[in-house]
């Protein structure tokens, strides 16, 4: 973490910059420092454990059919719409990209609207289109739902990986005679994959633990993990919750990780 | 079975701006034309209109009799050399001189063959499994020609291939890229703004400025029988002499200059070599001789450059420094002297 420079540059963080940065590093782990002693509880409701340490609420989560089917819908729904927005983020961003007009700009722009218009507001809207289209409830709609929010992730990362290529490997690969197919899959998705892979661990990491959108667009049927937590929190306060906060962030962290030691190699 | 290239008054303007003004050029079957000019003088779009990126304006461009002037690059099956040759980063040397053949849809025992060969014809053959990123630069230089001439090109087109690289390496590489084009007798067209390049390359020079052609011909042709001051001035060096025809004598700085084929009246353009003027011994003469003092000299090693001072304006000489008759020194008065068919007439440029 970067805590700030002062106005020269090359010194070192001064104390003040220090300490703002460890805060803020505590602030954000602030939770978890709750969470993963709830999960160890030995008693039966949610608090912290009392006289001993327990793994009962991890054992019960992945004993439970419920947290089981919870968990596997989340992953199944999390990979369906990480191909949705690898697949339409990375076509939009190299579409842009090849055309560079100024009328792509305004498209790329729109493609990121997902990420400034407040959720809320967008599952309202999704939640009528999807009545009418029939998709309430399914696992397509959440899918699709998620896929599309997820694609900026993506139009970002892929966006930023096509700024380095360099346009000069699309005209040798052309005047070698290859057709603009050949040129995709041999030059430039291979120049760009980490972007892709980025963008693609993003767009997971986001439908992983959406929640907002999933209260919209599911009822009976789809049942995903932060949507069972929320009900679990409504209905009764079991410990397993907690468990379960701290395997929703355990997943993230450990794609981030994949993600930095991804970039590492590929700089190394 | 190599081609010839002829382009017919090829034009690209870039709004208001032409880059390039209806040039026509011929390049025989298997020569060497270089595409000799300063920057911005439009030799890369010359180029690139040859090889199908851009699309000129104006003017036709043939390949043998067919014209493809809207042809796509990919259907031209011209090989490239860029500047800074643009080898795919994430494949190996071998995978990168395959790359053309993979494209074709060739076998993979044909196209290991080919790429063998090709690998052969560069002295590459023993780093067929590196990355371009560990390679020198005249090692990547060697691998984009292979790259580019593995498919059998019609056309082979360099974009300043050698201008990245160090001075000695560079005169290597011209060596070998001339033996090269004699091995394989395709018609390769090159861009450069090197004048030493151009000159020990090529069969075909063409001198471009502000995007118009100004003359074309052999390196020795140029050399000795420039058109116009700016072709003698960009190729080598050069005095200019700009004389007065009277009656069909020259005079200059009330100096009477012997000159093979004069004009009989008005102004004339003398260009003359540095190297053909010579420092004449006590009691020696020449056609033309003109007395001066030298106002600043440098050594060069295989010779010395000299600046005389003379009626005519000064005069750049040079000297060869082997057993020199005088040891240079500012204000050391000396006798310039050079024969009547040294110097050639030039045309002025037009503005
Ligand atoms: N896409 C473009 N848009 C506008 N002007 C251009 C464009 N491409 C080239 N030009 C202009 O056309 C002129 C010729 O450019 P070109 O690249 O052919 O020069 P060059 O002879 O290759 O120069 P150099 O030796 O510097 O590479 C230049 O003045 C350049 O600014
Ligand atoms: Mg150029």
Redesign the interface.
């Known amino acids: 973490m970067n805590g700030g420079h002062g106005p020269g540059g090359g010194h070192g963080p001064g104390p003040f910059a220090r300490g703002i940065a460890w805060a803020t590093a505590l602030y954000l782990l602030l939770p978890l420092s709750i969470v993963l002693p709830v999960s160890l509880t030995d008693q039966r409701f949610l608090s912290l454990p009392k006289h001993d340490i327990s793994w009962q609420y991890y054992h019960n989560l992945f004993t439970s059919p419920l947290w089981l089917d919870a968990m596997a819908q989340s992953f199944w729904i999390a990979c369906a719409a990480t191909a949705i927005a690898v697949i339409c983020g990375t076509l939009c961003a190299i579409g842009c990209w090849r055309l560079a007009r100024r009328s792509t700009e305004v498209i790329r722009a729109l493609m990121l609207l997902p990420l400034i218009i407040p959720s809320i507001v967008y599952a309202i809207g999704l939640y009528r289109y999807f009545a009418w289209a029939g998709l309430l409830d399914t696992f397509l709609g959440v899918a699709l739902a998620h896929g599309v929010t997820g694609i900026p992730y993506v139009i970002v990362t892929v966006s930023t990986a096509l700024a380095a290529f360099d346009p000069r490997l699309e005209q040798a690969s052309r005047g070698m005679g290859a057709s603009l197919r050949q040129t995709l899959a041999w030059v430039i998705l291979p120049r760009i994959m980490p972007g892709i892979v980025s963008g693609g661990i993003f767009a997971f990491i986001h439908s992983w633990d959406e929640l907002l959108i999933v209260l919209f667009i599911a009822s009976r049927n789809v049942y995903t993990l932060p949507r069972r937590i929320w009900n679990g929190i409504n209905e009764n306060l079991d410990p397993t919750m907690a468990a379960v906060a701290v395997l929703l962030i355990g997943m993230t962290l450990a794609l981030l990780l994949l993600d930095m030691a991804l970039r590492r190699r590929r700089e190394g | 079975m190599s081609h010839a290239l002829a382009l017919h008054g090829v034009t690209k303007r870039y709004g208001n701006f032409v880059a390039v003004d209806r040039v026509s050029l011929d390049v025989a079957a298997g020569s060497f034309l270089t595409l000799l000019g300063p920057s911005g003088s439009g030799k890369t779009t010359i180029l690139m209109a040859i090889?199908?990126?851009t699309v000129p304006d104006a003017g036709r461009i043939l390949l043998d009799t067919k014209d493809i002037t809207a042809l796509?690059?990919?259907?031209?099956?011209?090989?490239?050399v860029?500047q800074?040759y643009?080898l795919?980063?994430?494949m190996t040397v071998a995978e990168n001189v395959a790359?053309?053949l993979?494209?074709?849809g060739m076998g993979r025992a044909e196209r290991e063959d080919k790429v063998r060969a090709a690998l052969d014809l560069v002295q590459l053959s023993a780093l067929g499994d590196r990355r371009p990123q560990q390679l020198s630069g005249g090692q990547q230089q060697r691998v984009a020609l292979a790259?580019?001439l593995v498919?059998d090109p019609a056309l082979l087109l360099l974009d300043e291939p050698l201008s990245a690289l160090d001075k000695k390496l560079r005169a290597e590489l011209q060596e070998e890229l001339r033996a090269l084009h004699r091995r394989v007798g395709r018609t390769f067209v090159n861009v450069t703004h090197d004048q030493d390049e151009a000159l020990s390359l090529s069969d075909q020079v063409a001198i471009l400025n502000h995007g118009k052609l100004i003359q074309t011909g052999e390196p020795a042709a140029l050399y000795e029988r420039p058109a116009t001051r700016f072709v003698a001035d960009f190729l080598g060096k050069s005095n200019f002499l700009e004389a007065t025809a009277e009656g069909g004598v020259l005079h200059l700085g009330g100096l009477d200059l012997a000159q093979a084929d004069a004009p009989a009246s008005g102004p004339v353009l003398l260009s003359l070599r540095p190297e053909k003027i010579a420092l004449l011994a006590d009691g020696e003469t020449a056609a033309n001789v003109a007395p001066g003092k030298i106002l600043s000299w440098s050594y060069l090693g295989a010779g010395y450059s000299l600046v005389v001072d003379t009626p005519m304006g000064p005069l750049r000489a040079s000297l060869p420094s082997w057993r020199a008759p005088i040891a240079p020194a500012e204000g050391l008065a000396v006798r310039l002297g050079w024969a009547a068919d040294a110097a050639v007439a030039v045309a002025e440029d037009p503005a």
């Open positions: 090889a199908g990126f796509p690059p990919e259907k031209r099956d011209f090989g490239m860029f800074g643009a795919f980063p994430h790359f053309p993979r494209v074709r790259r580019a498919f």
